[in-house]
Structures are given as structure tokens and as C-alpha cells.
């Protein structure tokens, strides 16, 4: 149970940017943080071609999941049935971080 940092999924690369967008490429990731509290994984994810939010999204998996995120080429930030068990999402921001916490008991 720890703080993981930097984590990168696939990047558009090759020196040209893409349009921004305000729904986010989930095969576009960097994973900022991953912790996981009480059975759940709390996650910061930078999706750099969205634009809301700059990009930024607090999201909570049910389970320690956190060497699937590491290992992950897809992390679709909506609720999917895409094998990730995400059953929360919070503003990213420092008082969306201290709810996403709160709600797994962490404080």
C-alpha cells in the first residue's frame, strides 16, 4: 500500500500534437499517481489530448488493481465494461483527491 508515480501508456509521439479534445484517447495515458487504500486503487491519470480539466481525471477501481493499471494499454476513463473495475470518479483537484479518499475510508 504506496504511492506509485509516472507511469506512461502509449503517446501520439513523432513531434506534432493532435487536436485537443474534450473526451480523452484512453490508449493515451501517463498515470500521474496509483494508491491503493482499503481494497480500492486510487488513480491520477493525465490524458494529454483532452482539454477538460487540462486533461487531468481522479478515478477509483474497485480491488488492488495496480499492476493491471501499470501494465495497461487502455484506460477508459468512463464507465465501460471494459475489464477495469471503475466505480468512481472525482474532480481533479486537491478537493477531489481528499473525497476520493474519503470514500474509500482513508480519512
Known amino acids: 500500500m504506496g504511492v506509485m508515480k509516472h507511469f506512461s501508456g502509449r503517446s501520439t509521439g513523432g513531434g506534432y500534437s493532435l487536436p485537443l479534445s474534450l473526451n480523452p484517447d484512453p490508449q493515451n ?3 500521474i499517481t496509483l494508491e491503493c487504500i482499503n481494497g480500492f486503487t486510487i488513480s491520477v491519470v493525465d490524458y494529454p489530448d483532452c482539454k477538460n480539466h487540462e486533461g487531468r481525471k481522479v478515478l477509483v477501481f474497485k480491488g488492488d488493481i495496480v499492476d493491471k ?3 495497461a494499454i487502455e484506460i ?3 464507465f465501460t465494461d471494459d475489464g477495469l473495475p471503475l466505480i468512481a470518479r472525482f ?7 481528499s473525497l476520493a479518499n474519503s470514500f474509500v475510508g482513508a480519512e
Open 91 to 97: 474532480s481533479p483537484t486537491m478537493d477531489g483527491i
Open 69 to 71: 493499471l501499470t501494465t
Open 76 to 78: 477508459d476513463p468512463h
Open 29 to 31: 495515458f501517463n498515470i
